[in-house]
C-alpha cells in the first residue's frame, strides 16, 4: 500500500525526461529506470492495474522514490546505464533479461577504430561503455549521434561505401580527416554516452570560439555542427514511443496467458503467413512481437523452397527453417495464418 507521504510526493513528479530511484524501507536503492516524462512513467508503477508477478513484488517493496532530472531522452538513456553500475540495484538484476544486456564497443587500440554492440564485454584493450538494458534503443541513440559524431561501423579497409557519401564516416578514406583528428572525435563520443554532457558542450562552445578567432573557419563550423547537433538532441524521440506501452501490454500478455492457458506469459510471439502469386514465387513473412510491442528489427522473409502450391508444405518448411536458427530468441507463442 502506498503511503500517504509517497502519494503526497508523486504529485510533485515534473514533466521532464530524468532517471528514477525506487527504494525501500531502509533506503536502499533497489531499481532504476529512465523516464521521457517522469510524471507518467513513475506514476504508472502504483496505478491499480494487473501486472506481472515480479513488478508486482517490486512494486510491494517501493517505500520512496527520488529522481533526476536531464534535458534529453539521450541523457536519460546514458544516466540510467551510469546509475545502475553505480547502485547495481537488485530489482534491475531480477526483472532484467540478460541476452537484452549490451556494450558500446570502441576499439580505441587500432589506428583507425570501429563502433560496435556487443553483449560480452572482453579483456581486449578496447573502450567499453555500458551496460544498456534495451539493444533497440541504444542502436536507435547511436544512429542519431553517428550523424554528430561519424564513425565506422566495421572493420577500416580504406574503401569508400555508401556510408561515406551519406556523411557517416569521419571520411579517412577520401582525405577528409586523419586517423588523429578521428580519434578526437570519438573521445568526444565516448565522454558523451559516458554522460559528460554538459562540459563536452562547453569545450565544444569554447573550440569553436578560438577556431574562428584564429580564422579557422573550417574547423569552427564543423564544431558548431557538432554543437547544435548535440543541442538538438531534446526534439529526438529515442524511447519515448514505447515507454507507455510497457504496463499495458504486459496486462494484455497476462490475459493472453489465461485465455490460452500457457505456461508463462508470451514475452516472444512469432506470426507466419504465406503468399504467392498464382502458384509461384511463394513467399513466407515472420512477424514478431516482444512484450507486446512489434519488432520490426526481427521480422524476416523466407523464399519457399519446396512445393511451390502447397501452404501447409510451405508452412512446414518455414517453421522447420526458422527453427535452425538458435541465435534468434525462441517465441513462447507462435500464430500461424490458415490458408482457409
Not at 502469386?277 to 523466407?302: E, L, Q, W
Request: aromatic share 8%; net charge positive; no cysteine.
Amino acid at each position: 500500500m502506498i503511503s500517504a507521504e509517497l502519494k503526497a510526493k508523486l504529485k510533485t513528479l515534473p514533466s521532464s525526461p530524468g532517471v528514477y530511484f525506487h527504494k525501500n524501507r531502509e533506503g536502499e536503492v533497489i531499481y532504476v529506470g529512465k523516464a521521457a516524462v517522469l510524471k507518467n512513467r513513475v506514476r504508472q508503477y502504483f496505478q491499480n492495474t494487473e501486472k506481472d508477478p515480479k513488478t508486482e513484488a517490486l512494486v510491494a517493496e517501493i517505500h520512496d522514490t527520488d529522481w533526476l532530472i536531464v534535458d534529453t531522452e539521450m541523457d536519460a538513456l546514458f544516466l540510467e546505464s551510469e546509475m545502475i553500475k553505480r547502485y547495481m540495484p537488485k530489482w534491475n538484476i531480477l526483472l532484467r533479461d540478460d541476452k537484452t544486456v549490451s556494450y558500446v564497443r570502441i576499439n580505441m587500440d587500432q589506428p583507425v577504430p570501429d563502433v560496435s554492440i556487443t553483449r560480452n564485454p572482453l579483456d581486449d584493450k578496447a573502450t567499453y561503455i555500458g551496460p544498456f538494458y534495451a539493444k533497440t534503443t541504444i542502436i536507435k541513440a547511436l544512429r542519431v549521434l553517428r550523424k554528430i559524431f561519424p564513425y565506422y561501423d566495421k572493420p577500416y579497409n580504406g574503401k569508400k561505401t555508401l556510408d561515406t557519401d551519406l556523411g557517416l564516416t569521419p571520411g579517412i578514406e577520401i582525405g577528409k580527416t586523419t586517423e588523429k583528428a578521428y580519434k578526437t572525435e570519438l573521445r568526444r563520443l565516448i565522454r558523451y554516452l559516458n554522460g559528460d554532457r554538459d562540459n563536452l558542450l562547453k569545450e565544444i562552445e569554447r573550440d569553436m570560439r578560438r577556431h574562428a578567432s584564429l580564422g579557422e573557419f573550417e574547423m569552427a563550423a564543423k564544431l558548431r555542427d557538432e554543437y547544435f547537433g548535440l543541442k538538438g538532441l531534446k526534439r529526438k524521440i529515442i524511447f519515448s514511443d514505447k515507454e507507455f506501452l510497457d504496463l499495458s501490454s504486459d496486462q494484455a500478455l497476462l490475459q493472453l496467458q489465461k485465455l490460452l492457458n500457457l505456461n508463462s506469459v508470451p514475452r516472444r510471439i512469432e506470426g507466419y503467413d504465406i503468399s504467392h502469386i498464382s502458384g509461384s514465387d511463394t513467399v513466407a513473412s515472420m512477424v514478431v512481437f516482444k512484450n507486446g510491442v512489434a519488432s520490426r528489427a526481427d521480422y524476416r522473409k523466407f523464399k519457399i523452397r519446396s512445393s511451390k502450391n502447397d501452404d501447409t508444405a510451405s508452412m512446414r518448411e518455414v517453421v522447420t527453417r526458422r527453427l535452425k536458427h538458435p541465435e534468434w530468441e525462441y517465441p513462447e507463442l507462435i500464430i500461424l495464418d490458415g490458408s482457409d
